[in-house]
């Protein structure tokens, strides 16, 4: 898939993620420029109307990778620029959301299964998922995603969760590995840790400020 694919591919979910706090009457927005976060989200409105609520601003950056369910174990890894991941981790208001999405092929007499005749042995599932054309696919569906807080991210950081990895023109990525069938963090010990079900519901984090690691993990 091309740069510009990707752009397109990716901003497509980022306006899903905004739709949740859409729905529930928060402000939501792309960032323009982009520097690094996609969406601000806001509480103005339930400011003015209930002056109980506690102003915020969520910074969010939107991660979002295609799952192959009968090829890829589960097993996702998400990639963010490490020097960008450096400041994430250290910004109060910035959320990483991550987005586990599946390609669907309606049935009819035209369409096939990009994945179909692929050799496995040949090429790795990463190669494989990047050189998928996407558009391929006639509808997609946002399986699950995961919110991690600063403080999610630097406990991860700390404690054997991430790791370096050089993409694209030799840039430094920091990676967390996933499983989203069974639900888990990866260390790099390649020990899974199960994560906290309010950690798929942005419910929890608009109304539930605060968070720290120690709601992460069950």
């Not at 939501?28 to 002056?51: E, H, R």
């Not at 309606?106 to 179909?116: F, I, M, Q, R, Y």
């Not at 969760?161 to 010990?189: D, R």
Request: proline letters at 2%.
């Amino acid at each position: 898939m091309s740069k510009i694919e990707s752009v397109y591919w990716g901003t497509g979910f980022e306006y899903i993620v905004m739709g949740d706090f859409l729905t529930r009457g928060y402000e939501a927005q792309k960032l323009v420029p982009d520097f690094g976060y996609d969406i601000l989200v806001t509480n103005k409105l339930k400011l003015l109307n209930q002056k109980h609520e506690e102003p915020f601003q969520y910074y969010i950056q939107v991660k979002s990778r295609l799952v192959l369910k009968e090829f890829d174990n589960g097993i996702i890894n998400f990639y963010i620029e490490s020097d960008f991941f450096d400041k994430l981790i250290n910004d109060t208001n910035g959320i990483l959301v991550c987005c586990y999405v599946s390609g669907r092929i309606l049935k009819d007499s035209w369409s096939s299964d990009p994945t179909d005749g692929v050799d496995w042995n040949a090429m790795g599932l990463a190669k494989v998922i990047q050189e998928i054309n996407k558009s391929i696919y006639h509808k997609y569906q946002l399986e699950n995603h995961i919110w991690l807080n600063n403080c999610d991210l630097k406990y991860l950081h700390e404690n054997n969760y991430t790791f370096k990895k050089f993409l694209h023109e030799g840039i430094s990525y920091t990676g967390i590995k996933t499983n989203y069938l069974t639900n888990e963090i990866i260390n790099c010990n390649n020990e899974g840790h199960y994560i906290n079900p309010t950690r798929h519901d942005f419910v929890h984090l608009t109304d539930n400020l605060g968070w720290r690691h120690d709601g992460l993990f069950l």
